[in-house]
């Protein structure tokens, strides 16, 4: 029945647009020209440097090129057919999709909590947001760094201060039940200022007269929060969720530098195969072949996401 | 058509701004397209360098490169430092491939057999070489057998940079196990290294040894490989057949090297910046490194001799590889360049003395058999190593800062550690690298 609905306006306005006059008057196709002139770098940009590196990564994915210059031209769907059957590849790909759900509960719930803290009018309040969005501003070499000393089994900060309440040693970066761990609290800390400041902004916006109401009706700070601020927040919620997963999903950087995907291929991302197996391993063809497959993968995270907030609306 | 060419007389102040807007967009995306071979043009007599030496190396690099600018006014060196490893490499072959790389590189010489194959490096002309006055016979033995990839010389060594052993003479001496000429004594079987071990680490008080190798693969490998070969063992590595190694001997080697790591002797979770550290603050009588290290021993102050690692295993046998100058591919060769590169390259090994005061051991033999050299403490204790040096097994994907040294490290380090069986750790390395022979080549 929605759908119905939504789509009869279009249909009567489809015929409004094409009747128009104006729409072959020489001002409007003048406009017209001024349009796509004004569009044509970025249509220029967009066409070089986004739609034909799709089509030609497709194509590359056929093929077993090399990245020495050799082209042992189309394979078919070889590449693909070894992807599947590689337990290196769903094994980064399994890491990536445990990195993303183990980073994303925290980004999102930790930025909530945050942003509720500072909305609550703490003194001060420059210098929360300082403080909580700050690590987002640097580089992911910087980050690394900094983490990696801190993990750092005989030197660092963090088994430093295990020792003074007498637990043993973390081998933080270099044991693989720990590892993909310590890279999320890494990425946690560095990336979480974004989503506090989304969740800031949207509590920002709520109507104060709701609490007010509330308050007057004998409603504590949970139940407002509870009954008021988390229902206002959905669609910020619902937002920030699609795009941390679509970020934690990319993940490359932080892990490359702290650990290079070890150990033992422990923290290895599915973006760093697809490096490995074009840059340092020469098969572009294969390369492309595999981040086709996580393309789609991401395609039907994406489908599943616009279906589940489309029902949620609807 | 009338109207269109009335247009121009009567051009509007809103058409003005379109038409420059229109350009000024056409101007940038022209210029960012072709930004780089801008950036990359090079005049008459400039010759790019990439090279991957940074730190100390780096510094030393810079000063040899500008005495042969000074030396050669005819051309002019532009050197381009990119970090070592995955970064540098891939970047040389993407260059080369892409038919614009520099006129000439370092590499690695370990990691020729990835790119010669592929036509990504020229040969080097001997008779022009000769001209400067470079010939086969001034390069040490192994290291002339290793410049060359099918009957064809591919890279020209600056240097070997063996894996080898700092002793903290001081340590030692109150360990009481060094000899009569103030060297360490000579060790050779693993039971008296591990005991001379426990003499040191008793001495410091913390470790006997530092050996860092936490997350580096590279570190792992070359001590591995430098005990493996003290046993005369073979590793050949042939495409499209499994790998011929001696398995028992490799599960040794590793089981040694666990022994070490028993937080007595060495920590056994060290990283390579923990164990300089130890190292340079006393806190241990050896390290296990690379000669490289050794400027920073000395500015650190600390009282030390060097040696290549004791032959525990029989065999005299040193982990090494050597920066080596390539020519990679140019699409259009500059003749008059090329006779350049060669100048440079003869100007930079004839002066290598200096390179050899940041450690490494000059491949260049009058340079060797100099006694400039001869009077450079301590790097003439271990010159010799250059007539024991072992480069990696040689395939297309093995090489100092390769995936092979990647697929050791993620096999091993938890032998290392503790947590695996030697044999489970090898079996799993050997199945990686048979699945890669197995693969066709792609270079």
Same mark, same amino acid.
């Given at each position: 029945?929605?759908?119905?609905?939504?789509?009869?306006?279009?249909?009567?306005?489809?015929?409004? *647009?094409?009747?128009?006059?104006?729409?072959?008057?020489?001002?409007?196709?003048?406009?017209?020209?001024?349009?796509?002139?004004?569009?044509?770098?970025?249509?220029?940009?967009?066409?070089?440097?986004?739609?034909?590196?799709?089509?030609?990564?497709?194509?590359?994915?056929?093929?077993?090129?090399?990245?020495?210059?050799?082209?042992?031209?189309?394979?078919?769907?070889?590449?693909?057919?070894?992807?599947?059957?590689?337990?290196?590849?769903?094994?980064?790909?399994?890491?990536?999709?445990?990195?993303?759900?183990?980073?994303?509960?925290?980004?999102?719930?930790?930025?909530?909590?945050?942003?509720?803290?500072?909305?609550?009018?703490?003194?001060?309040?420059?210098?929360?947001?300082?403080?909580?969005?700050?690590?987002?501003?640097?580089?992911?070499?910087?980050?690394?760094?900094?983490?990696?000393?801190?993990?750092?089994?005989?030197?660092?900060?963090?088994?430093?201060?295990?020792?003074?309440?007498?637990?043993?040693?973390?081998?933080?970066?270099?044991?693989?039940?720990?590892?993909?761990?310590?890279?999320?609290?890494?990425?946690?800390?560095?990336?979480?200022?974004?989503?506090?400041?989304?969740?800031?902004?949207?509590?920002?916006?709520?109507?104060?007269?709701?609490?007010?109401?509330?308050?007057?009706?004998?409603?504590?700070?949970?139940?407002?929060?509870?009954?008021?601020?988390?229902?206002?927040?959905?669609?910020?919620?619902?937002?920030?969720?699609?795009?941390?997963?679509?970020?934690?999903?990319?993940?490359?950087?932080?892990?490359?530098?702290?650990?290079?995907?070890?150990?033992?291929?422990?923290?290895?991302?599915?973006?760093?195969?697809?490096?490995?197996?074009?840059?340092?391993?020469?098969?572009?063809?294969?390369?492309?072949?595999?981040?086709?497959?996580?393309?789609?993968?991401?395609?039907?995270?994406?489908?599943?996401?616009?279906?589940?907030?489309?029902?949620?609306?609807? | 058509?009338?109207?269109?060419?009335?247009?121009?007389?009567?051009?509007?102040?809103?058409?003005?701004?379109?038409?420059?807007?229109?350009?000024?967009?056409?101007?940038?995306?022209?210029?960012?397209?072709? &930004?780089?071979?801008?950036?990359?043009?090079?005049?008459?007599?400039?010759?790019?360098?990439?090279?991957?030496?940074?730190?100390?190396?780096?510094?030393?690099?810079?000063?040899?490169?500008?005495?042969?600018?000074?030396?050669?006014?005819?051309?002019?060196?532009?050197?381009?430092?990119?970090?070592?490893?995955?970064?540098?490499?891939?970047?040389?072959?993407?260059?080369?491939? !892409? &038919?614009?790389?520099?006129?000439?590189?370092?590499?690695?010489?370990?990691?020729?057999?990835?790119?010669?194959?592929?036509?990504?490096?020229?040969?080097?002309?001997?008779?022009?070489?000769?001209?400067?006055?470079?010939?086969?016979?001034?390069?040490?033995?192994?290291?002339?057998?290793?410049?060359?990839?099918?009957?064809?010389?591919?890279?020209?060594?600056?240097?070997?940079?063996?894996?080898?052993?700092?002793?903290?003479?001081?340590?030692?001496?109150?360990?009481?196990?060094? &000899?009569?000429?103030?060297?360490?004594?000579?060790?050779?079987?693993?039971?008296?290294?591990?005991?001379?071990?426990?003499?040191?680490?008793?001495?410091?008080?913390?470790?006997?040894?530092?050996?860092?190798?936490?997350?580096?693969?590279?570190?792992?490998?070359?001590?591995?490989?430098?005990?493996?070969?003290?046993?005369?063992?073979?590793?050949?590595?042939?495409? !499209?057949?499994?790998?011929?190694?001696?398995?028992?001997?490799?599960?040794?080697?590793?089981?040694?090297?666990?022994?070490?790591?028993?937080?007595?002797?060495?920590?056994?979770?060290?990283?390579?910046?923990?164990?300089?550290?130890?190292?340079?603050?006393?806190?241990?009588?050896?390290?296990?490194?690379?000669?490289?290290?050794?400027?920073?021993?000395?500015?650190?102050?600390?009282?030390?001799?060097?040696?290549?690692?004791?032959?525990?295993?029989?065999?005299?046998?040193?982990?090494?590889?050597?920066?080596?100058?390539?020519?990679?591919?140019?699409?259009?060769?500059?003749?008059?360049?090329?006779? !350049?590169?060669?100048?440079?390259?003869?100007?930079?090994?004839?002066?290598?003395?200096?390179?050899?005061?940041?450690?490494?051991?000059?491949?260049?033999?009058?340079?060797?058999?100099?006694?400039?050299?001869?009077?450079?403490?301590?790097?003439?204790?271990?010159?010799?190593?250059?007539?024991?040096?072992?480069?990696?097994?040689?395939?297309?994907?093995?090489?100092?800062?390769?995936?092979?040294?990647?697929?050791?490290?993620?096999?091993?380090?938890?032998?290392?550690?503790?947590?695996?069986?030697?044999?489970?750790?090898?079996?799993?390395?050997?199945?990686?690298?048979?699945?890669?022979? *197995?693969?066709?080549?792609?270079?």
């Amino acid at each position: 029945m929605s759908t119905a609905r939504t789509t009869a306006p279009a249909k009567t306005s489809a015929p409004a *647009a094409k009747s128009a006059p104006a729409a072959t008057s020489p001002r409007s196709r003048r406009d017209n020209i001024h349009g796509w002139a004004f569009s044509a770098p970025f249509l220029v940009f967009f066409l070089l440097f986004l739609v034909w590196p799709m089509i030609s990564g497709a194509i590359m994915s056929l093929t077993g090129k090399s990245l020495t210059g050799a082209n042992s031209g189309i394979i078919g769907l070889a590449n693909y057919a070894e992807a599947f059957a590689d337990a290196d590849m769903w094994r980064s790909l399994g890491n990536t999709l445990y990195f993303t759900l183990i980073s994303t509960v925290p980004l999102v719930v930790i930025a909530l909590a945050l942003a509720a803290l500072v909305n609550m009018g703490l003194p001060a309040q420059w210098l929360w947001r300082l403080s909580f969005f700050s690590p987002f501003l640097l580089a992911s070499t910087v980050v690394s760094l900094f983490f990696a000393w801190m993990y750092n089994p005989e030197l660092g900060l963090f088994n430093d201060l295990l020792a003074k309440v007498g637990i043993p040693p973390v081998a933080w970066l270099n044991d693989p039940a720990v590892a993909m761990w310590a890279v999320v609290i890494a990425t946690v800390w560095w990336t979480i200022g974004f989503n506090f400041l989304l969740y800031l902004a949207a509590l920002q916006n709520i109507p104060q007269q709701h609490y007010e109401a509330a308050s007057l009706d004998g409603a504590g700070g949970w139940r407002q929060f509870f009954s008021i601020s988390l229902p206002q927040l959905g669609p910020t919620t619902v937002m920030i969720v699609i795009l941390q997963i679509l970020a934690s999903l990319k993940v490359f950087d932080q892990i490359y530098q702290m650990t290079e995907g070890g150990p033992g291929g422990a923290t290895r991302s599915i973006v760093q195969y697809i490096f490995e197996a074009g840059f340092t391993g020469y098969r572009l063809g294969y390369s492309a072949a595999i981040s086709y497959i996580f393309f789609g993968l991401i395609l039907l995270i994406a489908l599943a996401q616009v279906f589940a907030t489309r029902k949620r609306s609807a | 058509m009338k109207q269109v060419d009335s247009r121009p007389m009567q051009m509007t102040r809103r058409q003005l701004l379109l038409g420059g807007g229109v350009l000024a967009g056409s101007l940038s995306l022209g210029a960012s397209l072709t &930004g780089c071979g801008g950036a990359a043009q090079a005049a008459g007599n400039d010759i790019r360098f990439w090279h991957l030496l940074s730190g100390g190396d780096g510094i030393k690099m810079m000063a040899m490169i500008d005495k042969a600018n000074a030396d050669h006014p005819d051309f002019r060196i532009k050197p381009t430092v990119l970090a070592w490893g995955t970064p540098y490499y891939t970047k040389l072959a993407m260059a080369s491939a !892409g &038919g614009r790389p520099p006129e000439v590189a370092v590499m690695h010489a370990a990691r020729v057999p990835g790119y010669a194959p592929g036509g990504l490096l020229d040969a080097w002309d001997l008779d022009l070489l000769a001209e400067f006055g470079v010939r086969p016979e001034d390069f040490g033995s192994r290291i002339w057998e290793k410049s060359q990839f099918n009957g064809q010389v591919f890279s020209l060594a600056l240097d070997s940079h063996p894996f080898v052993m700092l002793y903290n003479t001081e340590v030692a001496d109150k360990a009481g196990v060094l &000899g009569s000429d103030g060297r360490l004594a000579d060790i050779s079987s693993p039971s008296q290294f591990l005991e001379v071990s426990r003499e040191l680490q008793r001495v410091t008080g913390k470790h006997g040894l530092s050996y860092g190798y936490l997350g580096d693969g590279a570190q792992m490998w070359r001590l591995f490989y430098t005990l493996y070969r003290q046993h005369g063992a073979d590793f050949i590595l042939e495409p !499209g057949r499994p790998a011929q190694v001696d398995r028992d001997v490799a599960i040794d080697c590793l089981e040694f090297i666990t022994s070490l790591l028993d937080n007595t002797i060495s920590t056994k979770s060290g990283d390579g910046g923990t164990a300089i550290a130890e190292f340079a603050s006393q806190g241990s009588g050896l390290l296990f490194t690379g000669v490289w290290e050794l400027p920073t021993m000395k500015t650190a102050g600390v009282p030390f001799g060097a040696s290549t690692i004791p032959t525990l295993f029989g065999t005299p046998a040193a982990f090494a590889d050597s920066h080596s100058f390539v020519l990679p591919h140019q699409a259009t060769l500059d003749e008059s360049r090329r006779r !350049g590169v060669y100048q440079f390259v003869a100007s930079m090994l004839k002066n290598s003395l200096s390179w050899a005061e940041a450690g490494h051991i000059p491949a260049y033999q009058p340079v060797v058999n100099s006694p400039e050299y001869a009077a450079l403490k301590p790097q003439a204790d271990y010159a010799h190593a250059a007539d024991i040096i072992n480069y990696d097994p040689v395939a297309w994907f093995t090489g100092s800062g390769s995936d092979f040294q990647g697929y050791f490290a993620e096999n091993v380090q938890n032998v290392f550690l503790g947590r695996d069986k030697a044999a489970d750790g090898w079996d799993a390395f050997m199945k990686r690298i048979n699945t890669v022979l *197995a693969m066709p080549n792609p270079v």
